[in-house]
C-alpha cells in the first residue's frame, strides 16, 4: 500500500516506505499495522487510533498528534523528535498496552503531567524532554540518555533506571520509591543533595 487516506480503517497491514510529510491524516483507524521505513515528519495525525501498532525505521519528527490514541503502540528505531504528546488523547489508553520507545530519538518531546505507568522508554536518546509533573510508575527507562531532561514532581516509583546516563534527578522533588539504579551514573542522585561528601581515609 502506497498511501494512507483520513477517515478509513486499516487492519492488520505492512504499509512500507509511505512518505506524507507535512500532511494530516484525520479520523484513520489502525488496528495491529506496522510502519516500516515511513516518513509522517510534520504531518498531523487528528483524531486518530493506532491500536496495537508498530513504527520500525520510521521519521516522525514534529508529528502533532492531536486528539489520537496510541493504546499499545511501539516505535523501534525512530525519529520520534519534538512530539508534544500532551495533545494525544489518553483516556483509552488506559485500557490498553503503554507506549513503547526503543532505540529511538525522542529529543524535545513533552510529556508534561501525562499518567504513563509502565512506558518503556529504553535504549533511547531523550535529550531536553519533559517529564514534569509525569507519572512514570513502573516505567522502563533503562539504558537511556537523559541529558537536560526535566524532572519534577515526576512520579518514578518502581521504575528502572539501569544504565541510564545523563539524568538530573532531585529526589526531593520527585518520588523514587523503589526505583532501580545503577552505578556509577546514580552518584548524580547525590549532587543535588545538601550533603557534603568526601574520600575514604
Known amino acids: 500500500m502506497s498511501e494512507i487516506r483520513s477517515d478509513t480503517q486499516y487492519n492488520d497491514l505492512t504499509l512500507g516506505e509511505i512518505h506524507l510529510d507535512r500532511n494530516q491524516i484525520s479520523g484513520g483507524e489502525f488496528y495491529d499495522c506496522s510502519f516500516v521505513l515511513c516518513s509522517f515528519a510534520e504531518t498531523e495525525f487528528l483524531n486518530c487510533k493506532f491500536n496495537n501498532c508498530v513504527f520500525e525505521g520510521c521519521d516522525l519528527s514534529l508529528m502533532r498528534v492531536t486528539g489520537s490514541t496510541f493504546s499499545g503502540t511501539r516505535f523501534v528505531n525512530s525519529k520520534v523528535m519534538g512530539v508534544d504528546w500532551t495533545l494525544a488523547n489518553w483516556s483509552a489508553s488506559l485500557i490498553g498496552e503503554p507506549l513503547s520507545f526503543l532505540e529511538c530519538s525522542i529529543n524535545h518531546s513533552t510529556f508534561i503531567g501525562l499518567h504513563l505507568k509502565g512506558i518503556s522508554i529504553k535504549d533511547c536518546m531523550a535529550t ?22 526535566l524532572f519534577t514532581n515526576t512520579n518514578m516509583t518502581e521504575a528502572d533506571l539501569r544504565n541510564a546516563q545523563n539524568y538530573d534527578i532531585n529526589p526531593a522533588k520527585n518520588t523514587l520509591t523503589k526505583a532501580k539504579f545503577s552505578l556509577p551514573e546514580a552518584m548524580a542522585l547525590l549532587f543535588s543533595m545538601d550533603i557534603e561528601l568526601s574520600g575514604s581515609k
Open 128 to 149: 531536553d524532554v519533559d517529564f514534569r509533573d509525569t507519572d512514570l510508575f513502573q516505567a522502563n527507562l533503562s539504558g537511556t540518555n537523559f541529558a537536560e531532561s
